[in-house]
Nanobody
Framework: QVQLTESGGGLVQGEESLKLSCAMS????????MGWFRQAPGKERESVAC????????LYADSVKGRFTISRDSARNTLYLQMDRLKPEDTGVYYC?????????????????WGQGTQVTVSS
């Protein structure tokens, strides 16, 4: 029943910005872990940023700290990822994910609902 719809990906040059959106239908954000993940060709899917089960804590990958900001709008059931000062190393397919279980939010294996993925390409 849960469906995640992503938008905002695209092609940009280095140092530019993008904002990704992930709208969730079918469930409330309450008591859900929510996160953004990315996967580059030939690499494992990795956590970019996420909210804990309670929503009181956020976790960021070291590679994006200070550049990316995760946020949410509970009224719209939408998750956001503001990406500033993008680098070519940020290139990959970005996924949003949610889960209702009280597990850590930064492990890809701990999610049971995923978006379709959106391509982000950053040129130098």
């Amino acid at each position: 029943q849960v469906q995640l719809t992503e938008s905002g990906g695209g092609l940009v040059q280095g140092e530019e910005s993008l904002k990704l959106s992930c709208a969730m239908s079918g469930r409330s954000f309450d008591n859900h872990r929510m996160g953004w993940f990315r996967q580059a060709p030939g690499k494992e899917r990795e956590s970019v940023a996420c909210f804990s089960y309670t929503g009181a804590r956020t976790l960021y990958a070291d590679s994006v700290k200070g550049r990316f900001t995760i946020s949410r709008d509970s009224a719209r059931n939408t998750l956001y990822l503001q990406m500033d000062r993008l680098k070519p190393e940020d290139t990959g397919v970005y996924y949003c994910a949610v889960d209702s279980r009280p597990y850590s939010c930064n492990s890809p294996t701990n999610y049971d609902h995923w978006g379709q993925g959106t391509q982000v390409t950053v040129s130098s």
